[in-house]
């Protein structure tokens, strides 16, 4: 068997996560279906991580395995393109080591979170519109705290199963693009639904709910009821998916 990396990015609006489900349609079942069908033989394909219902990928790695060697992958990579969806898309087919895994050896992933400063129609379906001028100075300040810890059970999607609740935060920042407030985060890993979860408090932080340093408390108290309520998942994107083997490709500011 031949292993393969594919890099993707897919509009998440019409799927229900990444991964197969019983009752609802997901990327994973379309890249699936439609790499079974180019390459004749049962393909299943392993992500780098597991976006939510609504979330975007600018960046997303998957594996597969093969039985022969790709004799043109340039030509499998336009036949994807031409059967998949018009919301997903594949950039890159690479032939890897056997024991490369998508998922097991990403060193990093960055999410970014889009909010439109004005009502913009062009934009609602990649942003969360209505705050209209948080202060990004007290955000930021905010941000200082989310480095200082490493349990985030606070943001943790509640009714979860996961082994531990511990990530390494590399940074996170707001910054202003274009007309979009956009906050990016770095980190080794993210729980389900922490980056929504954080980006709802730090709202209540711009806002003047909440001051910066209650970011800490929230932490510590290891209670999602401390935290803000989660914002909407259409202004999430996964944007950069970092490995020790493959160079680092930035992707557009879409939708800044």
Same mark, same amino acid.
């Given at each position: 068997?031949?292993?393969? &990396?594919?890099?993707?990015?897919?509009? +998440?609006?019409?799927?229900?996560? #990444?991964?197969?489900?019983?009752?609802? $349609?997901?990327?994973?079942?379309?890249?699936?279906?439609?790499?079974?069908?180019?390459?004749?033989?049962?393909?299943?394909?392993? %992500?780098? +991580?597991?976006?939510?219902? %609504?979330?975007?990928?600018?960046?997303?790695?998957?594996?597969?395995?093969? &039985?022969?060697?790709?004799?043109?992958?340039?030509?499998?990579?336009?036949?994807?393109?031409?059967?998949?969806? *018009?919301?997903?898309? $594949?950039?890159?087919?690479?032939?890897?080591?056997?024991?490369?895994?998508? !998922?097991?050896? /990403?060193?990093?992933?960055?999410?970014?979170?889009?909010?439109?400063?004005?009502?913009?129609?062009?934009?609602?379906?990649?942003?969360?519109?209505?705050?209209?001028?948080?202060?990004?100075?007290?955000?930021?300040?905010?941000?200082?705290?989310?480095?200082?810890?490493?349990?985030?059970?606070?943001?943790?999607?509640?009714?979860?199963?996961?082994?531990?609740?511990?990530?390494?935060?590399? *940074? /996170? *920042? #707001?910054? !202003?693009?274009?007309?979009?407030?956009?906050?990016?985060?770095?980190?080794?890993? &993210?729980?389900? %639904?922490? $980056?929504?979860?954080?980006? +709802?408090?730090?709202?209540?932080?711009?806002?003047?709910?909440?001051?910066?340093?209650?970011?800490?408390?929230?932490?510590?108290?290891?209670?999602?009821?401390?935290? +803000?309520?989660?914002?909407?998942?259409?202004?999430?994107?996964?944007?950069?998916?970092?490995?020790?083997?493959?160079?680092?490709?930035?992707?557009?500011?879409?939708?800044?």
């Amino acid at each position: 068997m031949i292993r393969y &990396f594919i890099r993707l990015a897919y509009k +998440g609006t019409n799927y229900s996560v #990444w991964q197969i489900q019983e009752n609802a $349609v997901s990327v994973q079942e379309k890249l699936n279906q439609s790499l079974s069908v180019i390459l004749n033989q049962d393909i299943l394909s392993t %992500g780098c +991580g597991r976006t939510d219902t %609504g979330v975007h990928a600018k960046q997303f790695y998957a594996h597969f395995d093969c &039985f022969e060697q790709i004799a043109d992958p340039k030509k499998v990579l336009h036949q994807l393109n031409s059967i998949l969806p *018009s919301d997903i898309s $594949v950039y890159d087919i690479l032939e890897m080591e056997s024991g490369a895994h998508s !998922r097991f050896d /990403a060193m990093s992933r960055t999410y970014e979170y889009f909010i439109a400063k004005t009502k913009n129609p062009f934009a609602k379906e990649f942003s969360l519109h209505g705050y209209m001028n948080p202060d990004m100075a007290l955000m930021n300040e905010a941000c200082l705290y989310l480095l200082k810890h490493n349990d985030f059970s606070s943001f943790r999607k509640t009714n979860t199963q996961v082994k531990s609740n511990i990530c390494t935060i590399a *940074s /996170a *920042s #707001w910054s !202003r693009k274009s007309e979009m407030l956009v906050f990016t985060i770095t980190a080794d890993r &993210f729980l389900r %639904g922490m $980056v929504r979860a954080i980006v +709802g408090t730090m709202i209540d932080v711009g806002t003047g709910k909440i001051q910066p340093e209650k970011i800490s408390e929230i932490i510590l108290s290891k209670n999602r009821n401390e935290a +803000g309520a989660s914002v909407p998942a259409c202004g999430l994107f996964l944007s950069n998916v970092v490995y020790p083997y493959l160079p680092v490709i930035q992707q557009s500011s879409f939708p800044a």
